[in-house]
């Protein structure tokens, strides 16, 4: 039997739970109508401008001609340099930290400074990148001192995510390895980072994601306002989508701003195929093991 | 292993994108080849983009980048040898003129245009039409006190003045503590400032009782939502309004100026660098008047082509 004073606990506990469950799905809904009215915004002000000329000129001092093909071109350069760059080693990085790494002070200060190094905002990178890539490397104000610049930037990020993606295999699929006679190379390499391809690649493409955002550190490793071609080698110079908005957006002219809305929707498109890319992949490689 | 290399070999990503921009086109052939690297003043940008744009236009295997770091970062880059052409919207000074000669850097340096520095107001202010030098350096002093406009001048509302100024990397920030405030880079610190023109405009048209200045293009191509202001320089000519004469004829004084070009002496050796400089110089009187600027003399650019022929040869 129920008494009357713990019925009368359980409906407020159940009331309290209700509430809890609101203030979170409040929350959510901020975010989301947050997400949906910038979206809606960029769409209902750069529609107008966004057509297939738009993607294939360049920019232009008449609006009406200008178009990011410039920008598109060295976004998608600087990606595929970043992640030609941070991928291998990001990974390696990972597999040696959760695999190999003997639990001492000096790993543990490794990690603990990869942490640490997730949070440097994006500046730095560029200041690190201006001294390491433009001058002391001697690329110069080139898409590949760009692309490797962003590569340091989000290699912390693709080392905690691929370690996390790592850890999460079950630990009996190791030990069944072992039992049946593999060395620890095999079993790393033959079960544990297969089973944890999935998370690895949905982690580096998040983070090359966010590397197609930034404009800051690529302005101090030189990529310019204004470009009318596209590079067709590691030592050109470029532009990418971030930068070409931001200098849109400073232009006097209004016509300018619909542009720059329009090119926030060409980042967005090429954010979203990214982010679509990781999802499929992850799918895929689920399917087939 | 052999899963993983598989996967990665399916995965198009990397190839999709590397193909992506392979399809340069190279343009028909003819025009000169070479790359030109353009940076410095933000105010110069408009002009320096249009001549871009042209430039490579008529030479479609040239290339041609404009970056716009404002005066003093262009003269940076400029007199480290990293850039062929520097943007400017004052004179070189000495100590980066000797930072050039430290690098060996030698130069040619050009006057391209004329530009009014504008002093404007929100859309609403009706109470003035112009003010006179003396004021406009009592209320940019550097110990200025001038928080409210009938402090400028009595028969002005008591209404609150904020002010709005180019940012101190800006050649405009240089040119106008000097002739206003008597003293260069001398100004007070409760300003709202921007290296960038445009900024400053969109500050200055939604701020009742505002104060700024900028470049005249930015003005032209914002009037509806400023109020201009005319400028008595106290030297009996009375009140001027910065327009396109008054910008020509520089009678608008003391705040029109004329806006540099700097080319790189062992540049100019490259074709492309040449000609860009050439094209500049023929073509200025046509193409600025679209920018909002102002083309000087025809004689001045005729004798910036001789001398250019002079110093470099044919």
Redesign the interface.
């Known amino acids: 039997m129920m008494g009357a004073r713990a019925a009368r606990r359980i409906r407020k506990r159940r009331r309290s739970g209700l509430a809890f469950g609101a203030v979170a799905g409040i929350a959510t809904a901020f975010g989301l109508l947050t997400l949906a009215l910038l979206i809606g915004a960029v769409v209902i002000e750069g529609a107008a401008a966004f057509d297939l000329q738009f993607l294939r000129s360049f ?3 008449f609006p009406e001609r200008a178009g990011v093909r410039a920008g598109l ?1 060295g976004t ?2 600087v ?2 340099i970043t ?2 760059s941070a991928f291998p080693v990001g990974v390696a990085a990972a597999i040696w930290l959760e695999e190999y790494a003997p639990d001492t002070w000096w790993s543990r200060l490794v990690q603990t400074n990869i942490q640490n190094l997730a949070g440097v905002p994006s500046i730095v990178y560029g200041v690190l990148g201006l001294a390491l890539f433009v001058r002391a490397m001697g690329a110069g ?1 080139s898409v590949l001192a760009g692309g490797l610049t962003l590569g340091l930037l989000v290699l912390p990020i693709i080392v905690i995510s691929s370690r996390e993606a790592l850890r999460a295999v079950p630990d009996s699929l190791r030990e069944a390895a072992y039992a049946l006679g593999a060395t620890h190379g095999q079993v790393v ?2 079960q544990v ?2 089973a944890a ?1 999935p998370g690895i690649l949905t982690g580096t493409i998040l983070a090359l994601a966010r590397a197609a955002g930034e404009a800051a550190p690529l302005i101090l490793v ?1 990529a ?9 080698g590691l030592g050109d ?1 470029f532009t990418v989508l971030p930068l070409q908005i931001f200098d849109w ?5 209004p016509e300018y701003r619909q542009l720059a809305a329009a090119a926030s929707l060409v980042l967005l498109i090429v954010l979203f195929v990214l982010n679509a ?1 990781a999802i499929l ?1 992850r799918n ?2 689920e399917l ?1 093991r | 292993m052999r899963d993983l290399l598989r996967s990665l070999r399916a995965t198009p990503l990397i190839a999709l994108i590397f193909g992506a921009c392979a399809g340069g086109e190279a343009g028909p052939p003819g025009g000169l080849t070479g790359t030109v690297t353009i940076d410095g003043s933000s105010t110069v940008q408009i002009i320096a983009e249009a001549f871009a744009e042209e430039f490579q236009i008529a030479n479609p295997r040239s290339r041609v980048t404009v970056s716009a770091t404002g005066t003093g970062g262009g003269f940076e880059q400029f007199c480290a040898g990293d850039t062929d052409i520097s943007d400017a919207s004052r004179r070189i000074t000495a100590e980066e003129a000797r930072q050039c000669a430290t690098n060996g850097v030698e130069y040619l340096e050009f006057e391209i245009a004329w530009d009014g520095i504008t002093v404007a107001s929100h859309r609403d202010t009706d109470w003035v039409e112009c003010l006179t030098l003396s004021q406009l350096r009592r209320i940019w002093a550097a110990q200025s006190t001038i928080t409210r406009w009938n402090q400028v001048d009595p028969s002005f509302p008591d209404e609150p003045l904020r002010l709005y100024g180019a940012g101190t990397d800006s050649g405009t920030f240089d040119y106008f503590t000097e002739v206003v405030n008597g003293v260069r880079r001398a100004a007070r610190t409760d300003v709202q400032r921007s290296e960038s023109d445009n900024e400053l405009v969109g500050g200055v048209a939604g701020d009742p009782g505002s104060l700024g200045y900028f470049g005249y293009a930015y003005y032209l191509r914002n009037q509806d939502r400023l109020t201009v202001i005319a400028v008595d320089a106290e030297d009996g000519a009375g009140c001027i309004e910065p327009n396109r004469r008054t910008i020509r004829e520089r009678v608008y004084r003391p705040l029109t100026r004329p806006l540099y070009v700097y080319a790189n002496r062992a540049s100019l050796d490259e074709p492309a660098v040449r000609g860009y400089v050439e094209f500049m110089l023929a073509n200025a009187a046509a193409l600025l008047p679209g920018t909002g600027y102002h083309a000087l003399d025809a004689e001045q650019y005729q004798s910036s082509l001789d001398r250019l022929v002079r110093e470099t040869g044919d």
Do not use: C, D, H, Y
């Not at chain 1, 957006?249 to 002219?253: D, I, S, T």
């Open positions: 920019t232009s001092r071109a998608i350069w990606s595929a992640a030609a104000r390499f033959r980072v297969p391809f030189g310019v306002g204004f470009i009318a071609f596209t590079p067709t110079p957006v400073r232009n006097p002219q890319t992949l895929r490689w087939r």
